[in-house]
């Protein structure tokens, strides 16, 4: 038995079984409304506290709120806001790193400096300081946590820039007449992909730890819309009586934080690619 | 190496200036105006003279650089402002709180070193050998449990049930176990990846190789020589994740009722508690970039090769 699990993460399975709990996730993110039994936010307090039944799979909350329907529905917001942070700082991020290492001279020196500065600060904590700047609430939790993260892309694509433009292979293209369309598509993408996928995966594994852990500390998104760590914030009162409440929500971000580290890493090693800390 | 040294310690002042450029902006990126938020905490009727004249004091009517060199003098004579909550210097109501973070922060990474150095390091010496197994499953486990969750399991099982270690609170050393055991594991997971990576790429290296052929009796060269070596990238880890570390007590403050520094960052935000707020941000900033240099200068002075690579640039 287990010489057969070791097997399976050491070999390049990790990779499917990884992308298949995504693609699992996503469908229920997506389907929610239908896979769902009951109304996440309904209360209902002739049904609190409820044991697991045929109704209630996991039971249900201090209000009466069935808690796997919670937990389905919480798939939402935690996949599609990373997502969103990620596709906003990455583009954010895409278009002040080429600029910046494109253009070069003194706007480069003074962008790169202004990204010393925001990454002189421990990224959750400025995100905490913004959030208290702006006022607590998903909207504005989101929005933090964009403005520090495009700073990691636009120095990577910075980068990645500058060492394309040494690279002979790109002149030796546009000497021999490759369209720049065909340069791009042939030369730079294939180069910038591995690392973007690799730090995308990872990237989204933090953007859900942070969402749920503003959450659960109040900050991020309020009662009743159901999200994990608001589940956790909610139910720890319960702790003595019902502590399944607060349970089954960490377990399911341990499980996608779990799934994307894995992918991530199974990627990085595939594509030997150095990643941060 | 002095020059090396000089210049490392002139090069936090941009960025420390740059620092303080960004929290002395926050202000003005806020819809809420300072001197009315004071006012509303003071529980005083905010006429529009009143306002004025708040405003006049905080500075705010001044241009901004002018606020920026203003804040930047004040912050080097420690003067944070005043919380707009409890109308008192926010620097002593931070010293207050700050040896309860200082004594979590200190256990946690206590128990982190005492854990992650033998496993790391047996795990590295045995590659995929039990040890390295369970090593991997722990760093697995540490790097994606959310901690405000584990926190909860921790009380759950050795407080609720078992009646082991008091919930929340502080006090005796019984108090400090739990939360610092939940801070401790994101460590203890980075750690041990860390120095296992770095015994398995050291034992790789010829003087290995050479102290074998010598005849040296392993126990010798891995305790003696490849742990030394490995254990630097710890020490660079360690410094740098002082801010994680510093994240991290901000949520597990929050979990045990731990009346230290982060909790009452958290509060701050909650109030709107502005100059608190900045004050948090700051010290966290300056924390992170000081524990960078001293690691630089102590990574330097193990292995001085640095400075001299550094010098030829």
């Known amino acids: ?277 | 190496m002095g020059t090396y040294v000089l210049k490392r310690i002139m090069s936090i002042i941009p960025v420390f200036l740059l620092a303080t450029l960004l929290t002395t902006g926050m202000i003005h990126l806020s819809s809420v105006d300072p001197a009315e938020a004071y006012l509303t905490a003071a529980h005083i009727q905010p006429t529009d003279e009143i306002l004025a004249q708040k405003r006049h004091e905080f500075g705010l009517d001044q241009p901004f650089l002018l606020q920026y060199v203003n804040s930047i003098m004040k912050i080097c004579q420690l003067d944070f402002g005043i919380s707009y909550v409890s109308n008192k210097p926010v620097w002593d109501e931070v010293t207050y709180r700050i040896p309860a973070t200082i004594q979590l922060a200190l256990g946690s990474i206590v128990i982190a070193v005492l854990v992650s150095v033998p496993l790391g390091f047996l795990a590295g010496v045995k590659k995929n050998g039990l040890i390295d197994h369970f090593s991997r499953v722990l760093s697995f486990f540490g790097a994606s449990v959310p901690s405000f969750w584990l926190g909860y399991i921790f009380i759950f099982f050795f407080s609720v049930k078992l009646d082991l270690f008091p919930v929340e609170g502080i006090g005796t050393w019984q108090h400090l176990v739990l939360p610092s055991v939940t801070l401790a594991l994101p460590l203890i997971a980075m750690y041990t990846r860390l120095l296992r990576a770095s015994v398995l790429e050291n034992m790789q290296e010829p003087y290995v190789l050479f102290a074998r052929t010598r005849g040296i009796k392993e126990k010798t060269i891995m305790g003696k020589h490849v742990l030394r070596i490995a254990i630097s990238p710890m020490i660079t880890g360690l410094g740098m994740n002082l801010g994680k570390l510093l994240t991290g007590t901000i949520i597990v403050e929050a979990v045990f009722s731990w009346p230290g520094f982060g909790r009452y960052f958290i509060e701050a935000i909650f109030n709107r508690d502005i100059p608190v707020i900045q004050c948090y941000v700051l010290i966290a900033a300056s924390l992170f970039i000081v524990s960078n240099l001293i690691v630089d200068l102590i990574q330097m002075f193990i292995d001085p090769r640095i400075s001299r690579k550094e010098g030829q640039q």
Not at chain 1, 145 to 162: P, S, T
Request: glycine share 10%; charged share 15%.
């Open chain 1, 1 to 277: 038995m287990m010489t057969r699990i070791r097997k399976i993460f050491r070999s390049q399975k990790v990779i499917p079984i990884c992308s298949m709990v995504l693609g699992i996730l996503i469908i229920i993110a997506i389907f929610a409304p239908w896979i769902a039994p009951n109304d996440p936010i309904a209360v209902n307090l002739v049904y609190k506290l409820q044991p697991p039944s045929w109704e209630f799979p996991l039971g249900t909350d201090h209000l009466g709120r069935c808690n796997l329907s919670r937990i389905l529905y919480g798939t939402r917001i935690s996949l599609g806001f990373a997502m969103l942070i990620f596709i906003s700082s990455l583009s954010i991020g895409l278009i002040i790193g080429t600029f910046s290492g494109y253009r070069g001279g003194w706007i480069d020196h003074a962008l790169m400096r202004f990204c010393d500065g925001i990454l002189a600060f421990p990224n959750l904590i400025l995100i905490l300081g913004l959030v208290g700047i702006f006022g607590p609430g998903l909207k504005q939790v989101i929005l933090a946590i964009m403005l520090v993260q495009w700073v990691y892309y636009a120095r990577m694509f910075r980068g990645m820039v500058l060492s394309l433009k040494e690279h002979n292979f790109i002149a030796a293209a546009k000497i021999s007449g490759s369209s720049q369309w065909k340069i791009i598509k042939n030369h730079i993408v294939p180069n910038v992909l591995p690392p973007l996928v690799v730090m995308g995966t990872l990237e989204m594994g933090w953007a859900i730890m942070d969402i749920s852990a503003m959450s659960f500390l109040g900050l991020g998104v309020q009662p009743p819309t159901p999200e994990w760590g608001a589940m956790i914030h909610e139910g720890k009162s319960y702790i003595r009586t019902n502590p399944e409440i607060m349970l089954y929500p960490g377990l399911v971000i341990m499980l996608v934080i779990v799934t994307f580290n894995l992918l991530g890493e199974a990627l990085s090693d595939r594509y030997s690619i150095k990643r941060r800390f």
